[in-house]
């Protein structure tokens, strides 16, 4: 499936709009992770901690917003815009958005490329 934060896929004809689909992850912050990133934070550098769960999210909602694209039966999802929100009491849970249209493209005729 291909996934694309542009409106058209290069090369490809979109023949029909399917709807729009997202996906969603709400993640809690790890006590001791917190922990860690904060001493982190007072010395400087990347907090490697952070940036995994972000990962872990970010993946877990595409493939969420890939899976419902399938389902009607898209071969792309167009327009994708990936957003993140702080939730909960003293911002400890962390809500990962996606967001994008699935299309049916054109059928490559074989031999041909795009």
């Not at 992850?25 to 769960?53: K, P, T, W």
């Given at each position: 499936m291909i996934?694309t934060?542009?409106h058209?896929?290069?090369?490809r004809?979109i023949?029909?709009?399917?709807?729009?689909?997202?996906?969603?992850?709400?993640?809690g912050?790890?006590i001791?992770?917190d922990?860690?990133?904060?001493?982190r934070?007072v010395?400087g550098?990347?907090?490697?901690?952070?940036?995994q769960v972000l990962?872990?999210?970010?993946?877990?909602a595409?493939?969420e917003?890939?899976?419902k694209g399938?389902?009607?039966?898209?071969?792309a999802l167009?327009g994708?815009d990936?957003?993140?929100?702080?939730?909960?009491?003293?911002?400890?849970?962390?809500?990962?958005?996606?967001?994008?249209?699935?299309?049916?493209?054109r059928q490559?005729?074989p031999g041909?490329?795009?």
């Amino acid at each position: 499936m291909i996934v694309t934060t542009t409106h058209t896929v290069e090369g490809r004809e979109i023949v029909e709009y399917l709807g729009i689909v997202t996906g969603e992850v709400i993640l809690g912050a790890n006590i001791f992770r917190d922990m860690f990133a904060s001493i982190r934070d007072v010395f400087g550098g990347r907090s490697g901690a952070y940036e995994q769960v972000l990962e872990r999210g970010r993946r877990e909602a595409i493939l969420e917003m890939v899976d419902k694209g399938r389902q009607l039966g898209g071969d792309a999802l167009v327009g994708c815009d990936l957003d993140y929100q702080v939730l909960g009491k003293r911002g400890s849970m962390l809500m990962i958005s996606i967001n994008g249209t699935a299309v049916r493209l054109r059928q490559e005729l074989p031999g041909r490329s795009g």
